[in-house]
């Protein structure tokens, strides 16, 4: 499965919302009924953390600023308002047949 | 601590070899699929292998598969993988997840190998 993630540069606000979009080349819904997409940030110099859990689940100690939504084979994650610390690398990943990752979103201050 | 801990990589000649480690402390490491992935340098991340709760089980990418080699000690709580065979284009920073209910919610820092003459 083929994960297309847009944009791959995001220059953001702070304050201001932001979306990042990742498409799968097949459905992501699973034989037991759930999709596993999820979302992941890589800070610099930090390792790799979980956002959001299939599709739209935020993992444990997520700000609610982050959003997860989609089906089937389109996906978004959503900011409503970017802090600095949010600055980043944004990949999408699939788990619903072994694993593959979209190619990341920079998003940066602009 | 929760933690997941690489060591192993290292700058090894194209057809060599090199065994990855990664400790897992702060949680029951048995109770969890384990993977390895990896990130080649300036690049996004690529899913290596993964294993089974208690190592039965184990799947890798087409690219690696007959090289490479997943496997877990539960009582020691590490996870493993054998590269044979290396190639230039493994060149990366292999970093170990832990494979949670939806996602990969647990991550190393790394342990970077070269592949290179």
């Known amino acids: 499965i083929v994960m297309t993630q847009t944009p791959l540069s995001l220059p953001v606000t702070l304050g201001q919302p932001a979306s990042i979009s990742c498409r799968s080349s097949q459905s992501l819904v699973h034989s037991d009924g759930n999709t596993y997409l999820s979302w992941l940030l890589q800070r610099p110099g930090q390792p790799l953390r979980l956002l959001i859990y299939?599709?739209?689940n935020r993992f444990s100690g997520v700000p609610d600023r982050f959003s997860g939504s989609g089906a089937g084979t389109d996906f978004t994650l959503k900011i409503s308002r970017v802090e600095a610390e949010d600055v980043g690398v944004y990949y999408c990943m699939q788990a619903t047949q072994l694993k593959t990752f979209g190619q990341g979103t920079k998003v940066e201050i602009q | 601590e929760v933690q997941l801990v690489e060591s192993g990589g290292a700058l090894v000649q194209p057809g060599g070899s090199l065994r990855l480690s990664c400790a897992a402390s702060?949680?029951?490491?048995?109770?969890?699929?384990m993977s390895w992935v990896r990130q080649a340098p300036g690049k996004g991340l690529e899913w290596v292998a993964n294993t089974n709760r208690d190592g039965s089980a184990q799947y890798y990418v087409d690219s690696v598969k007959g090289r490479f080699s997943i496997s877990r000690d539960n009582t020691r709580n590490s996870l493993y993988l054998q590269m044979d065979s290396l190639r230039d284009e493994d060149t990366a920073v292999y970093l170990c997840?832990?494979?949670?209910?939806?996602?990969?919610?647990?991550w190393g820092q790394g342990t970077p190998v070269t592949v290179s003459s």
């Open positions: 299939k599709i739209s």
């Open positions: 997840a832990r494979d949670g209910s939806g996602g990969y919610d647990l």
């Open positions: 702060g949680f029951k490491f048995s109770d969890y699929w």
